[in-house]
C-alpha cells in the first residue's frame, strides 16, 4: 500500500468535513435555516453552471444484506448538504483541467478567510489521449480522473465560489441515494424499472450518456444509480460496517493509504445488482494500467471510463481552522 506524507513543494487540498444530509429512517426533518434550498451556482469566468440540491439531515439505515462489504446494517446520523443535482460534466472539469496558473492567482479568493493561493491548487496535467475515448463530452460526465484530481477540483471549485465544496462521505452518499427509502434502489426492490432511472449494462449500448436524461430520485438527484460511478471521500475498507457504531454521526475514514478508496453508484458498464443503493467498490491499481508516465499520474486513470464524481457543499460552512484541518496529505507513490 502506499501511504500519504506531506511534501513541503505540494500543497494540497482534500477539503472535507464529515458532514451530510438526513432523514429519519424516510421520514424528513423539516428544522432547516430559510435559504437551505436548491440553487445554481455559477463557476466564475465561465458560462458553466452546477445545479445544487438541499439534502435535509437526518437518520437512516445503512448498509444492506446482500454483500459481506454493506453490513450489517447500521442506524447513521448525517448532517445537511447540498449535492449536485447531475455528475460533474467534462464541460465543468475542463475549467479546471485548463486554467493557466497566471489567471488563477488573479481569480481566487480565500473561503472563509482561508488563504487559497494559486500555487496551493495544484493543476492536472494534461491526460496522454482523449479520457472521454470518444463517447462525447459537452453535456457529458468527467472520467478517469483520480481520486486526487477528483478533491483537487473540490478545491479550486472552493477557491473560485468562496463556498466549502467536497467530495461527499460514504454515508452521505448512500443517504442522497436512498432519498428517504429503506429499498434496494430509490425507487423500491425491482430492478425491472431500473432503466427508467439509470444507464446501466442492459441498456447503456456500452457508453455513458449525457447526464439527467434518466428520472431524479425523490431529491432531485439525477443518474445516482448508473451512468457513471462516484468517488466519495472515504478510504475503502470491506469492513466498514464493523468500523462504525450503530448510531454513529457523520462517519468518514479519511484516507491514508493510495489504494483502495471508495466508490458508489454503479455505471453504464455494470449489471442491475451493481447499482443499488448499498453497493460498495474500492478503486484498484489495474485502473492506471496502460499509464505510460514512470511514476503514475497523480491525475488520471487510463482505465476507468465508467468512473466519475459529483460535489456536496455542507449546509453549515465549517470555520477556517476546521477546513484546515481536513486538508488532504500528499501522496508519495503513485504507482
Known sequence: MHHFIVKSWYLFAGLIIAVAGYYTDGAPSTTQTDDFERYTEPIPGSDQTIEMAPVTGGTFTMGSTENEDEGPPKKVTVDSFWMGVHEITWDQYDLFVKEEIEKLKEQLSSANGVDLQADAVSLPTPPYVDMSFGMGREGYPAINMTHYAA?????????????????????????????????????????????????????????????????????????????????????????????????????????????PRSLRGGSWSQEASELRCANRHGSITRWKRRDPQLPKSRWWLTDAPFLGFRVVRPAEQPPKEQMEQYWIEAIEDYN
Not at 460514504?170 to 427508467?196: I, K
Open 151 to 259: 478533491v483537487m477540483y473540490t478545491k479550486w471549485l472552493t477557491a473560485k465560489t468562496d463556498h466549502f465544496y467536497r467530495l461527499p462521505t460514504e454515508a452521505e452518499w448512500e443517504y442522497a441515494c436512498r432519498a428517504g427509502s429503506n429499498t434496494a434502489y430509490s425507487f423500491g426492490d425491482e430492478a425491472g424499472n431500473l432503466e427508467e432511472y439509470a444507464w446501466f449494462e442492459g441498456n447503456s449500448e456500452d457508453k455513458y450518456h449525457q447526464v439527467g436524461q434518466k428520472k431524479p430520485n425523490a431529491l432531485g438527484l439525477h443518474d445516482m444509480h448508473g451512468n457513471v460511478a462516484e468517488w466519495t471521500m472515504d478510504q475503502y475498507f470491506e469492513d466498514y460496517f464493523s468500523k462504525i457504531e450503530d448510531g454513529a454521526e457523520n462517519p468518514l475514514f479519511l484516507p491514508d493509504e493510495l489504494y
